[in-house]
């Protein structure tokens, strides 16, 4: 079983631009991640936050690359600003690469749901993310919500297990929401999760719950992420309105409880709430009652 510092080449291709239905060379062994998020607009991705990390990088002794095409050799991190052209030349040749290259390709067009907040801030459009490693023997899925600042984290992650410290401003929130995708990157481990519809599944670090109790006598949905390494995105909607929560992650033994007013009717109330890896919670009942209807976690 490998381990991230036996990468030595990290080469992301950031391609947002281009659908993914439209790529014709889509390897079969892969990590797709179906919760990549597109840059949001007026963020300032090629032009300020990348060209900022990689003078954190070099200051780190990491041998960067900042193109706009394919070079004749990899930094030890080269991040590629492309066209189709280049993404069906990467994924074409990823048998022609260094042997110990971790290839990330991100693209347009998928089906992540809405990461947005009540009060403001929010990830873009649905994309779609490919990963792949030297080891990885099979088609995998992950349902990790991420975006370009994930591939940041794992570059942080990465040099960090080199012995090298380089580590870029991001919002606590977009950290929080944002997984770093070390747990997407196929490194050879056994691992034995699949999603709802069976496909295997990179293991996600989510535990979310969500149940209905009271208070001043109004009904309000309890949200926990107990156990968990990440903060995870929940959609809540309660037939009056559809509301963005982020729940961070908490201790097990000491889980922390974001609560959200719910709409009744009658006295009665329907809340469905939703998230990654499928998780789904629909609650129905009065004010002195509930119940769970459904509930899974992929």
């Known amino acids: 079983m490998a381990d991230l510092k036996d990468i030595e080449h990290l080469l992301i291709v950031i391609a947002e631009d281009v659908p993914v239905a439209s790529v014709t060379a889509l390897p079969e062994l892969v990590t797709t991640c179906r919760n990549y998020h597109l840059t949001p607009d007026g963020e300032e991705r090629a032009e300020r936050v990348w060209p900022s990390f990689a003078v954190l990088l070099r200051d780190a002794g990491v041998t960067v690359h900042l193109r706009a095409s394919m070079p004749d050799t990899l930094g030890d991190v080269t991040v590629i600003e492309g066209s189709a052209a280049t993404v069906e030349a990467v994924l074409a040749g990823l048998g022609d690469l260094p042997p110990a290259t971790l290839v990330a390709v991100a693209l347009g067009g998928g ?14 459009a649905p994309g779609t993310l ?7 023997s099979r088609a995998w899925v992950s349902d990790e919500v991420c975006d370009h600042t994930s591939l940041i984290q794992l570059c942080e992650r990465w040099t960090a297990s080199h012995g090298h410290e380089a580590r870029i401003w991001l919002t606590e929130w977009r950290r929080r929401v944002c997984g770093d995708l070390v747990g997407a990157v196929d490194l050879g481990e056994p691992v034995e999760s699949t999603d709802t519809d069976g496909v295997p599944a990179r293991p996600l670090p989510y535990a979310p719950s969500a149940e209905i ?12 992420n107990a156990g968990a390494s990440l903060g995870i995105h929940l959609r809540v909607e309660d037939g009056g309105r559809t509301t963005g929560v982020t729940v961070p992650a908490s201790p097990a033994a000491r ?23 499928g998780f789904a919670r629909h609650l129905t009942g009065e004010l002195t009652t509930s119940r769970a209807l459904e509930g899974r976690l992929g």
């Open 130 to 136: 490919l990963l792949h490693t030297p080891w990885t």
């Open 255 to 277: 889980p922390r409880t974001i609560t959200v007013p719910v709409t009744t009717r009658d006295g009665r109330y329907d809340v469905t709430v939703t998230g990654p890896g």
């Open 213 to 224: 109790g009271t208070r001043a006598g109004a009904a309000v949905l309890e949200l926990t």
């Open 111 to 124: 089906d992540a749901l809405p990461v947005a907040e009540s009060w403001g801030p929010a990830l873009g």
